[in-house]
């Protein structure tokens, strides 16, 4: 697996390059926006750690040319600024997941794994499996040993995301972009479609649990470890 990683701050870039090694990845540093977007469009790379504050080309035009590009490359958006507009730009310009700086390094790792890991397996099979769980695209169908059921569209959606991003916190504004798109929906819908969902894991007899983070979001986890 390949990283790239694009970080002005060069002690930060070396620090994560490091880090990732350590972690069994080949990981390469660029330390501008314009020639992150060249490595980033060589199609070598399986996941992508850009700044949002860089010279030459920021890290949202970074990203918003990668997608018109047609690029599929899994971003994590790294950004200094905490401030609701930046996350609701970041993720509407096509970035998978976002960190606020300053993070955890194992904060860091766990996010570059589920996207590396998100990618081929929902493309080539159709079916997701975390835990005792397993989800299949078609049919919408949640399995649990013998136990199945199937799932609207809107809980698969959100099924879909949360075991693509299991083990990490996704925000209810993260959900609510990502599943109802910008205009629809809001924060209550999200949380209706949580209760669904947990009834049903609660229905399956699953060990897989939906964690409500306190000030944070939700996180999708197996019930022994945590
Ligand atoms: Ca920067």
Redesign the pocket.
């Known amino acids: 697996m390949r990283v790239l990683i694009v970080?002005?701050?060069k002690r930060?870039a070396e620090t994560l390059k490091d880090m990732l090694e350590m972690d069994g990845y080949t990981a390469d540093t660029r330390y501008d926006g314009e020639s992150g977007l060249d490595e980033a469009l060589s199609g070598i790379y399986d996941v992508c750690i850009l700044?949002?504050?860089?010279?030459k080309i920021d890290?949202f035009t970074v990203l918003k040319r990668l997608r018109e590009a047609k690029s599929g490359l899994p971003v994590l958006l790294?950004t200094?600024r905490s401030e609701v507009s930046d996350r609701v730009r970041g993720l509407d310009s096509g970035a998978d997941y976002y960190l606020t700086k300053p993070f955890e390094p194992k904060e860091l790792l766990a996010c570059v794994r589920a996207l590396t890991r998100r990618q081929p397996e929902l493309r080539e099979t159709g079916v997701i499996e975390y835990g005792d769980l397993t989800l299949e695209k078609s049919g919408f169908a949640l399995r649990c040993g013998e136990r199945s059921l199937r799932l609207s569209k809107k809980e698969y959606d959100l099924m879909e995301l949360l075991m693509l991003n299991r083990e990490l916190v996704l925000t209810k504004e993260n959900i609510l972009l990502k599943i109802w798109g910008y205009e629809s929906g809001d924060e209550n819908s999200v949380e209706v479609y949580i209760s669904f969902l947990r009834r049903k894991l609660s229905h399956l007899r699953s060990a897989v649990r939906i964690r409500t983070i306190r000030m944070a979001g939700y996180r999708l986890e197996k019930a022994a470890e945590s």
């Open positions: 970080e002005d701050e930060l700044d949002v504050m860089l010279p890290g790294l200094a």
